[in-house]
């Protein structure tokens, strides 16, 4: 399977903990993407890289929230201290040419 | 008022019918314009794009985009209830350097056999 993969696909943690979620994107796209998704709304632009390079980073992105992409190749998203407004689906997505490809989401659930 | 308007449904209808789903917008800068289709706990799939004004067909598929009044519409035909789904529209924008897609809220549809 060469589409958008993440990991883990579901986490559970206690409020406070720090979580670190893993995006690998499709080979040879550049672009990459990482998106929230709360019930009942559509996914909500989080942050943008080019390469390595986190070209934009949404106000939706508090200071608890870091987003890497060291090789420019997989990109990890952590949350620090999480609260319970941070349970959400986390998306990635990569493109080439603009048309975003979205993995399957990492569920995460906040007690 | 939101950039990307969407009415959340539900819409329920039965198979065959023909289902049409819109999105208003208000932003000019929007370049391109989507639809993904979203399964239940699953990530978004992309369906359709396009990004000039008029219509374009894959299948039983036809998204229409009006940029003059700022309204784009996926049609389904013969619709099956393998398309039940929540369906999004989005749209793209480039800005500064940097590219990111603004969602509706997507509507529900559900295809009864």
């Known amino acids: 399977d060469t589409g958008v993969s993440q990991n883990p696909r579901h986490k559970i943690t206690k409020r406070g903990q720090n979580v670190t979620f893993r995006c690998d994107p499709i080979?040879?796209?550049?672009?990459l993407y990482w998106y929230r998704q709360t019930l009942g709304q559509g996914p909500e632009f989080l942050t943008y890289f080019q390469n390595e390079a986190q070209l934009e980073k949404s106000r939706l992105l508090s200071d608890r929230f870091s987003a890497e992409r060291p090789k420019g190749s997989f990109s990890t998203l952590e949350i620090q201290r999480t609260e319970q407004g941070d349970s959400a689906m986390y998306l990635c997505a990569s493109s080439t040419t603009g048309l975003q490809y979205f993995g399957p989401g990492t569920r995460l659930t906040v007690t | 008022q939101k950039e990307v308007e969407q009415d959340p449904g539900p819409l329920s209808v039965p198979e065959g019918a023909i289902v049409s789903l819109n999105c208003t917008y208000s932003?000019?800068?929007?370049?391109?314009f989507m639809w993904y289709r979203q399964y239940s706990r699953k990530g978004p799939e992309l369906l359709m794009y396009t990004y000039s004004s008029g219509n374009k067909e894959d299948g039983r598929f036809t998204a229409q985009v009006d940029k003059s009044s700022k309204y784009i519409s996926l049609f389904i035909r013969d619709s099956q209830p393998s398309d039940s789904a929540t369906y999004l529209c989005a749209m793209s924008v480039f800005q500064g350097g940097s590219e990111k897609l603004v969602f509706g809220k997507g509507t529900k549809l559900t295809v009864n056999p």
């Open positions: 080979s040879e796209h550049n672009r």
């Open positions: 932003n000019s800068a929007f370049q391109y």
